[in-house]
C-alpha cells in the first residue's frame, strides 16, 4: 500500500493563529481525504481534496475554516485557521489508490490549541 | 447521523479468547464494509474487508461475519492477544463513493 506521511507529527498552537498540515504519499492516487479525530472519539470526513480544483466539503465544515490545497497527484495540504480549543484534535490524510482499492490513513497530526 | 453503529464502546477479553465486535447499518447501497485497527498515536489501519456478497471472510485470526438481511457485521479475533489491545472502527463504504461512514469504535483490552 502507498506510505502516507503527514507533517508536522503534532504541534501546540496559539488561539487565533493557523496551522497547515501536509500529506505527501510515495506514489500517485486516486482520491485523498481529511478526516477529523476528537479525542477518543470516531472519524468525521472533513473533505474530499480534489487535484487541480476546489475541494468538496462535508456538512459542517467550510472553506474559510479548513482551505485545502490538492497540486498535484501525490501531496495536499489542510489548514486549520483561527484556531480555537475547539480544534484540538487529531487531523488524519487517507488516500484511495484506484478503482475499488481500499482507504490508506497516515499517522496524523496531533493538534493542540491553547 | 451516526450511520453505522457499533457495540459494544469497549471491551475487555482474557488471553486465548474470542473477541467479538458488533456493527449495524441502515443503508442498503452500502456495499464494502472494512476494519480499521488503531493503535495509539498511529492512524486507523486497514485490517480486513467484506463485500455483501459474501457471508464471512477470514485472515489469520481476524474473521468478519456479515448478515445481509439483517444489515449487521461483525468482527471476530480468535485466540485474542495482548498485542490486539487497540481501538477497532468499523466501516461503510457506498457503492458509488469513496468516503467512509466510520462507527464510533471498540477499545479492546486483551489482558494477560
Known amino acids: 500500500s502507498a506510505v502516507i506521511s503527514q507533517k508536522p507529527s503534532r504541534d501546540i498552537c496559539q488561539r487565533g493563529t493557523s496551522l497547515t498540515i501536509q500529506c505527501q504519499v510515495d506514489s500517485q492516487v486516486t482520491m485523498m481525504f481529511w478526516y477529523r479525530q476528537q479525542p477518543g472519539q470516531s472519524l468525521t470526513l472533513i473533505a474530499t481534496a480534489n487535484q487541480g480544483s476546489e475541494a468538496t466539503y462535508e456538512s459542517g465544515f467550510v472553506i474559510d475554516k479548513f482551505p485545502i490545497s490538492r497540486p498535484n497527484l501525490t501531496f495536499s495540504t489542510l489548514t486549520v485557521s483561527n484556531m480555537s480549543p475547539e480544534d484540538s484534535s487529531i487531523y488524519l490524510c487517507s488516500v484511495v489508490t484506484g478503482v475499488n482499492q481500499p482507504q490508506h490513513f497516515g499517522d496524523g497530526t496531533r493538534l493542540s490549541i491553547l | 447521523q451516526q450511520q453505522v453503529k457499533q457495540s459494544p464502546q469497549s471491551l475487555i477479553v482474557q488471553k486465548g479468547g474470542i473477541s467479538i465486535i458488533n456493527c449495524a447499518y441502515e443503508?442498503?447501497?452500502?456495499?464494502?464494509f472494512p476494519w480499521y485497527q488503531q493503535f495509539p498515536g498511529k492512524g486507523p489501519a486497514l485490517l480486513i474487508a467484506i463485500r455483501p456478497d459474501v457471508s464471512e471472510k477470514k485472515e489469520g485470526r481476524f474473521t468478519i461475519s456479515f448478515n445481509k438481511s439483517a444489515k449487521q457485521f461483525s468482527l471476530h479475533i480468535m485466540d485474542s492477544q495482548p498485542g490486539d489491545s487497540a481501538t477497532y472502527f468499523c466501516?461503510?463504504?457506498?457503492?458509488?463513493?469513496?468516503?467512509?461512514?466510520f462507527g464510533k469504535g471498540t477499545s479492546l483490552l486483551v489482558t494477560p
Open positions: 466501516a461503510a463504504l457506498l457503492n458509488s463513493g469513496y468516503a467512509l461512514n
Open positions: 443503508n442498503t447501497a452500502f456495499d464494502y
